[in-house]
Each structure stands twice: as structure tokens, then as C-alpha cells.
């Protein structure tokens, strides 16, 4: 890239349509925020089921198992768990964007109707 090329505030791994539609729409620039982190996750979750299943076929005893089980459920949770905040973060987020978009410049007095 040289210098004078501009720089987008796209995230590196969306095409230039996404990130147009992005631009225009609250919504779409939310799902794709979704996608991206959903992504993240699953991949995440993945590396950890693999690095699971290695540790119980290393296991000598059902104690041994039975630990690295607990270990895993407790830090799934924890990880699901944080992950559905991050979630509800990104959503909350858009919706105020998209509200806050809506709302006109100037406001109306109510005392001006008649009662």
C-alpha cells in the first residue's frame, strides 16, 4: 500500500461492499460487528475442546478426569458467560447508534397545546 492510498476505518477482514453497507446502515455495521465476534468465539471454543481432549487422554486416574472435566465446565461457563456480555455490549451499543441517528435536531415544547 503506498502512502498516498487512503486509509478505511473498515476492519481488515470485510470487503469494500460490507463496509460500504456498513457505512449506511446501523444494523448491518451491527451484524457484522456480531458475526466477527461470534466468529472469535467459536474458534476460541474450538482451540479449547481440542486442548480438553488432550488433557484427558494424558488422564492416569478417574480423579484425574474428573478434575480436568470440572475444569472445563467451570471455564466454558465462565467464557459463554462473558461472551453473551460482549454480545449484549455490541447490541446495545448499535441500538443507541440507530436511536440516536433518528432523533431531529430540535424538540417540541408541550405546553404549547391546548388542554
Known amino acids: 500500500m503506498t502512502k498516498s492510498a487512503k486509509k478505511t476505518t473498515a476492519k481488515p477482514d470485510t470487503t469494500a461492499l460490507t463496509s460500504a453497507m456498513a457505512a449506511g446502515n ?8 456480531i458475526m466477527a465476534e461470534s466468529t472469535r468465539f467459536v474458534s476460541e471454543r474450538l482451540q479449547n475442546d481440542l486442548e480438553t481432549q488432550r488433557a484427558m487422554l494424558r488422564c492416569q486416574s478417574p480423579a484425574d478426569l474428573v478434575q480436568v472435566q470440572s475444569e472445563f465446565f467451570r471455564k466454558a461457563m465462565e467464557q459463554y458467560g462473558s461472551e453473551a ?5 455490541i447490541m446495545t451499543e448499535a441500538t443507541g447508534d440507530a436511536v440516536k441517528d433518528t432523533k431531529t435536531g430540535s424538540k417540541r415544547g408541550y405546553d404549547d397545546i391546548p388542554v
Open 26 to 33: 446501523p444494523a448491518a455495521r451491527m451484524w457484522l460487528d
Open 85 to 89: 456480555q460482549r454480545l449484549y455490549e
